[in-house]
């Protein structure tokens, strides 16, 4: 399975801290919109999987599963079963929820690029809390979970 991490640049960025601690495939993205856009089109190549993280600071020892991204009224879907994976995520102790709310700053730009970019994978963007409101026992978790993926997407597909 062909599976890339993305999170963002910056060394008191969660999701930057969480896909370096993972092995596999990596992306960090610029953060702004002109950059983020820009690394996503340097890709070298189309990943079948890809799994996006960002923060979110009004996140507190949760996550949030986004469906969806918007810009300028189109919408872009992601293919992946997140039903599955909220399951899935819950069964290793990890608290998420659903949404099929597009946010409105980089996160759901970098997540419009990706599946415009990568139209035939599974894409999947994550939100996390941030440094203050992430626990280590979530951390912790999220990267265990997330270096299994590969089991998770054989059981999803």
């Known amino acids: 399975m062909d599976l890339l991490y993305v999170g963002f640049k910056g060394n008191y960025n969660y999701s930057f801290r969480l896909v370096k601690e993972m092995a596999g495939n990596h992306l960090f993205l610029t953060n702004s919109f002109e950059g983020l856009r820009k690394d996503i089109a340097k890709m070298k190549r189309v990943y079948d999987k890809v799994v996006m993280f960002g923060v979110d600071k009004k996140l507190n020892g949760n996550i949030r599963i986004e469906t969806c991204a918007e810009r300028n009224g189109d919408y872009r879907?992601?293919?992946?079963?997140?039903?599955?994976?909220?399951?899935?995520?819950?069964c290793y102790g990890i608290h998420n929820k659903i949404s099929n709310n597009p946010t409105s700053y980089l996160c759901n730009d970098?997540?419009?690029?990706?599946?415009?970019?990568?139209?035939?994978?599974?894409?999947?963007?994550?939100?996390?809390?941030?440094?203050?409101?992430?626990t280590e026992d979530l951390f912790n978790n999220l990267l265990i979970f997330f270096q299994n993926m590969t089991f998770f997407f054989e059981s999803v597909t």
């Open 77 to 90: 879907y992601s293919t992946a079963d997140v039903k599955k994976l909220s399951d899935k995520l819950g």
């Open 110 to 134: 970098a997540y419009y690029e990706m599946l415009t970019r990568c139209t035939n994978s599974e894409v999947v963007f994550i939100h996390i809390p941030s440094k203050r409101r992430m």
